[in-house]
Antibody
Framework: EVQLVESGGGLVQPGGSLRLSCAAS????????MNWVRQAPGKGLEWVSY????????YYADSVKGRFTISRDNAKNSLYLQMNSLRAEDTAVYYC???????????WGQGTLVTVSS | QSVLTQPPSVSAAPGQKVTISCSGS????????VSWYQQLPGTAPKLLIY???KRPSGIPDRFSGSKSGTSATLGITGLQTGDEADYYC???????????FGGGTKLTVL
């Protein structure tokens, strides 16, 4: 069974940093591309970032480019999102999602809440 | 504003059929595969349709997808109260080099 479990969310002040983690199991993590997708309270889905299976190809949404960094450790079956210079508008539930090649995310984690507030 | 345009809400009675539209452009829907997601209240999104019209294992055939030009449509037949959820379309945008989603459509089963 595919499982994706996010962690690392919490309350952080504007301008602060946070690192999210996603632990994957139930599939060969090193063979799959991965995504981070977020959802602000009461709002729709917003794609944040993508990383290829090897980590060699990475994309970011314009809204986070230069502030967020996606990475992965295939030996640890883990995906990460380093978030710096956080803003109030980054407040959201952050989902880790496996990529169904060419088709987009298929399996999603339960999400971790990030709140940026003073 | 979302790159893909969906109606904010749709409604229909139990047992009836409903369709949800998703409009885009040649840089996204027109030249890439469309997926549809169901998000029940308080839960993570779930893949309903991929490759425009294919259903993952376990998704009932009450759910269907289609694509024509720069628009896509999700159809749901035999509506049940358990279908009440938010529905999102998504695809890759080749010009933005980004995955894009519609703003979401809230389905109410009256």
């Amino acid at each position: 069974e595919v499982q994706l479990v996010e962690s690392g969310g919490g309350l952080v002040q504007p301008g602060g940093s946070l690192r999210l983690s996603c632990a994957a199991s139930g599939f060969t993590f090193s063979s799959y591309e991965m995504n981070w997708v977020r959802q602000a309270p009461g709002k729709g889905l917003e794609w944040v970032s993508y990383i290829s299976s090897s980590g060699s190809t990475i994309y970011y949404a314009d809204s986070v480019k230069g502030r967020f960094t996606i990475s992965r450790d295939n030996a640890k079956n883990s995906l990460y999102l380093q978030m710096n210079s956080l803003r109030a508008e980054d407040t959201a539930v952050y989902y880790c999602a496996r990529e169904f090649p060419s088709y987009g995310p298929d399996y999603w984690g339960q999400g971790t809440l990030v709140t940026v507030s003073s | 504003q979302s790159v893909l345009t969906q109606p904010p809400s749709v409604s229909a009675a139990p047992g009836q059929k409903v369709t949800i539209s998703c409009s885009g452009s040649s840089s996204n829907i027109g030249n890439n595969y469309v997926s549809w997601y169901q998000q029940l209240p308080g839960t993570a999104p779930k893949l309903l349709i991929y490759d425009n019209n294919k259903r993952p294992s376990g998704i009932p055939d009450r759910f269907s997808g289609s694509k024509s030009g720069t628009s896509a449509t999700l159809g749901i037949t035999g509506l049940q109260t358990g279908d009440e959820a938010d529905y999102y379309c998504g695809t890759w945008d080749s010009s933005l080099s980004a995955r894009v989603f519609g703003g979401g459509t809230k389905l109410t089963v009256l």
